[in-house]
């Protein structure tokens, strides 16, 4: 499985997974072959109805620009091109 597939199939099947709870601005955040455990592992963004600020006003027409997003990692079996798992990115403060 070369990059550019792990990366289709990551977007596909997050979307899909994800389909009852309304994502959008699906996309691509970070890809990396994991050679240890023959596996991509590829970070998917993508925001939530709830992730849009709840304020109102000029602020809210700004930030409803700007949702906060979801990051997921999906892993996908580089041999076999299966999903094996999807977590949830954690975001390191500095």
């Not at 597939?5 to 979307?15: F, R, T």
């Not at 592992?41 to 849009?52: A, K, N, Q």
């Not at 949830?88 to 403060?93: D, L, M, P, T, W």
Request: aromatic share 8%.
């Amino acid at each position: 499985m070369n990059v550019k597939d792990a990366v289709k199939k990551a977007i596909e099947y997050a979307a899909e997974i994800f389909r009852a709870e309304k994502p959008e601005n699906i996309g691509l955040e970070e890809v990396f072959l994991n050679e240890d455990e023959k596996a991509w592992e590829v970070t998917v963004g993508f925001s939530r109805p709830w992730d849009h600020p709840k304020q109102t006003g000029v602020i809210a027409t700004l930030q409803a620009l700007n949702p906060k997003r979801q990051y997921k990692v999906v892993k996908i079996d580089n041999e076999t091109e299966k999903v094996k798992s999807i977590k949830i990115r954690e975001i390191k403060s500095e």
